[in-house]
């Protein structure tokens, strides 16, 4: 054997043991679905060199050591802080009916936080009355503004965001700002971000990239923190899909307009979204808000129940999709979705479809043009499905309707950041708010039905005339949805 062949022989050997090492790396991997642990193995195996690549970057879900250490520390130190605070009359009381309140325990094993009654909610008109609604709270803010988006754009209205912050802190508001480094990556990279810190604006972006060579040896690049959250003075707080920009959303326009969903919320609920900041604050930055955090937040009468529920990599292993079908299962008459990225898991297509089958009037609407041609072909391969148990499929046509709600039997409703896809159940930071009242959700049941009057029913008619290729192509993107 010369040396070219005893170096081929080597090289082929090592690669082998890479590719066992992984293979048993998958399977003893903790977490992780039947059909992921199947489809990494065959990309592992069938794929040289790209495989193992593919899986050392994108195979597991892990924010690095460091992160994740401390950020359990700063969790545990939130969690013994709720834990610690009494129960008042705003507390979870026994007026939820039975099967309603089985969400609300689900929630609370997420999050530790139980619902609480004494909050006032109202849906903002739209992107840009959010903004506006946003700006004018800020503006007469005495005490601290805490900011949170995953996408914030230098537009017209990120840009009315940063001056109002600016603003603030000049007269002396302390202001807290975070942004993904990833989503956010125009505006922590521009100008306008330097100039809230010379402001007295403190500023710190999520889950840095660095070096983007190095950084899959401190944690997947894709993990990102897509919560919007917003928290002034304590008793004021903002809740929804919307990021900090434009409805035209220019760094996609031509999916827009961006339609979005954004409530403002005042009670006890404003103390539960800071906890979420404080954990993501203080797990980047040093410094220590749990003072902020004892601060008592008065109950509003009359007044509503809801619960902040927050999810991440970090927390309890699929919390968000038993969340998800926690809520199918309690819906008794109706259920309406909506969502632009529907990649579920099967316990989530299947509460889905059982919804119908046992006759709930069950609704979901997507986008008719998503800017994930991914989720898009992934999304239709579960039409026929749906379709055949009685769900009513609709798609939107008047731009992209990024509102992610959850609406059943009138009585309850689910708004905040979380998809229905792999990404924000395994792979994303989120928060979402879960509410027990007829008034409010009332409201949100006339917005979706808004939605509704702007889009096409899907009929299982026009579905079954998809070409061979079409669904070929649908069906085949959607076996992705595991590696992701």
Same mark, same amino acid.
């Given at each position: 054997?010369?040396?070219?062949?005893?170096?081929?022989?080597?090289?082929?050997?090592?690669?082998?043991?890479?590719?066992?090492?992984?293979?048993?790396?998958?399977?003893?991997?903790? %977490?992780?679905?039947?059909?992921?642990?199947?489809?990494?193995?065959?990309?592992?195996?069938?794929?040289?060199?790209?495989?193992?690549?593919?899986? =050392?970057?994108?195979?597991?879900?892990?924010?690095?050591?460091?992160?994740?250490?401390?950020?359990?520390?700063?969790?545990?130190?939130?969690?013994?802080?709720?834990?610690?605070?009494?129960?008042? @009359?705003?507390?979870?009381?026994?007026?939820?009916? *039975?099967?309603?309140?089985?969400?609300?325990?689900?929630?609370?094993?997420?999050?530790?936080?139980?619902?609480?009654?004494?909050?006032?909610?109202?849906?903002?008109?739209?992107?840009?009355?959010?903004?506006?609604?946003?700006?004018? &709270?800020?503006?007469?803010?005495?005490?601290?503004?805490?900011?949170?988006?995953?996408?914030?754009?230098?537009?017209?209205?990120?840009?009315?965001?940063? &001056?109002?912050?600016?603003?603030?802190?000049?007269?002396?508001?302390?202001?807290?700002?975070?942004? &993904?480094?990833?989503?956010?990556? /125009?505006?922590?990279?521009?100008?306008?971000?330097?100039?809230?810190?010379?402001?007295?604006?403190?500023?710190?972006?999520?889950?840095?990239?660095?070096?983007?060579?190095?950084?899959?040896?401190?944690?997947?690049?894709?993990?990102?923190?897509?919560?919007?959250?917003?928290?002034?003075?304590?008793?004021?707080?903002?809740?929804?899909?919307?990021?900090?920009?434009?409805?035209?959303?220019?760094?996609?326009?031509?999916?827009?307009? $961006?339609? !979005?969903?954004?409530?403002?919320?005042?009670?006890?609920?404003?103390?539960?979204?800071?906890?979420?900041?404080?954990?993501? $604050? /203080?797990?980047?930055?040093?410094? !220590?808000?749990?003072?902020?955090?004892?601060?008592?937040?008065?109950?509003?009468?009359?007044?509503?129940?809801?619960?902040?529920?927050?999810?991440?990599?970090?927390?309890?292993?699929?919390?968000?999709? @038993?969340?998800?079908?926690?809520?199918?299962?309690?819906?008794?008459?109706? =259920?309406?979705?909506?969502?632009?990225?529907?990649?579920? &898991?099967?316990?989530?297509?299947?509460?889905?479809? #059982?919804?119908?089958?046992? *006759?709930?009037?069950?609704?979901?609407?997507?986008?008719?043009?998503?800017?994930? $041609?991914?989720?898009?072909?992934?999304?239709?391969?579960?039409?026929?499905?749906?379709?055949?148990?009685?769900?009513?499929?609709?798609?939107?046509?008047? *731009?992209?309707?990024?509102?992610?709600?959850?609406? =059943?039997?009138?009585?309850?409703?689910?708004?905040?950041?979380?998809? /229905?896809?792999?990404?924000?159940? !395994?792979?994303?930071?989120?928060?979402?708010?879960?509410?027990?009242?007829?008034?409010?959700? #009332? @409201?949100?049941?006339?917005?979706?039905?808004?939605?509704?009057?702007?889009?096409?029913?899907?009929?299982?008619? @026009?579905?079954? %005339? $998809?070409?061979?290729?079409?669904? =070929?192509?649908?069906?085949?993107?959607?076996?992705? *949805?595991?590696?992701?």
């Amino acid at each position: 054997m010369n040396w070219t062949e005893e170096g081929t022989a080597i090289g082929l050997a090592i690669h082998v043991l890479v590719e066992a090492a992984l293979v048993v790396r998958v399977l003893l991997r903790p %977490h992780r679905r039947p059909a992921s642990r199947v489809a990494w193995i065959v990309v592992i195996t069938a794929l040289p060199v790209v495989g193992i690549l593919a899986y =050392l970057l994108f195979g597991e879900v892990s924010i690095g050591r460091r992160r994740i250490e401390r950020r359990r520390e700063v969790i545990a130190d939130i969690s013994r802080l709720v834990a610690a605070t009494p129960r008042g @009359e705003d507390a979870l009381s026994a007026t939820l009916p *039975g099967h309603y309140s089985e969400p609300f325990r689900m929630g609370e094993s997420i999050s530790f936080m139980a619902p609480v009654r004494g909050n006032a909610a109202r849906l903002v008109a739209d992107s840009n009355a959010a903004i506006d609604a946003l700006v004018a &709270d800020i503006d007469t803010a005495e005490n601290h503004v805490h900011i949170l988006f995953y996408i914030w754009l230098p537009d017209t209205n990120g840009c009315k965001v940063i &001056d109002a912050l600016q603003r603030a802190s000049r007269r002396g508001v302390k202001c807290r700002a975070m942004a &993904d480094d990833l989503g956010s990556r /125009m505006l922590i990279r521009s100008r306008h971000w330097k100039a809230m810190r010379e402001a007295g604006v403190h500023v710190a972006a999520a889950f840095p990239i660095g070096n983007p060579l190095l950084r899959p040896f401190s944690g997947r690049i894709d993990l990102r923190n897509h919560r919007k959250i917003v928290v002034i003075d304590g008793c004021v707080t903002y809740c929804g899909s919307q990021n900090c920009a434009d409805p035209e959303f220019r760094i996609k326009a031509r999916y827009a307009p $961006w339609v !979005d969903i954004m409530l403002r919320i005042e009670g006890p609920l404003a103390k539960q979204n800071q906890y979420l900041f404080a954990t993501d $604050w /203080m797990s980047h930055v040093n410094e !220590d808000l749990t003072g902020l955090l004892k601060q008592p937040v008065t109950p509003l009468q009359p007044g509503i129940t809801g619960q902040v529920i927050g999810t991440g990599p970090t927390a309890r292993y699929s919390a968000m999709p @038993e969340l998800f079908v926690s809520l199918m299962y309690a819906a008794r008459h109706e =259920l309406v979705i909506t969502t632009p990225y529907f990649v579920p &898991d099967e316990s989530m297509q299947n509460a889905l479809c #059982a919804a119908a089958y046992r *006759g709930v009037d069950t609704t979901i609407v997507f986008p008719a043009r998503n800017d994930s $041609w991914v989720v898009a072909a992934a999304s239709r391969s579960y039409y026929p499905e749906l379709l055949t148990a009685g769900v009513q499929v609709y798609e939107y046509v008047g *731009g992209l309707l990024h509102s992610k709600s959850l609406t =059943l039997d009138g009585e309850v409703t689910l708004i905040g950041s979380a998809n /229905m896809d792999q990404r924000s159940f !395994d792979l994303n930071y989120e928060n979402n708010v879960l509410f027990h009242d007829a008034g409010f959700t #009332a @409201e949100v049941r006339l917005l979706q039905q808004q939605y509704l009057a702007r889009s096409h029913l899907v009929r299982l008619s @026009e579905v079954a %005339h $998809w070409s061979t290729g079409r669904r =070929l192509w649908n069906n085949t993107i959607a076996m992705v *949805g595991p590696l992701l």
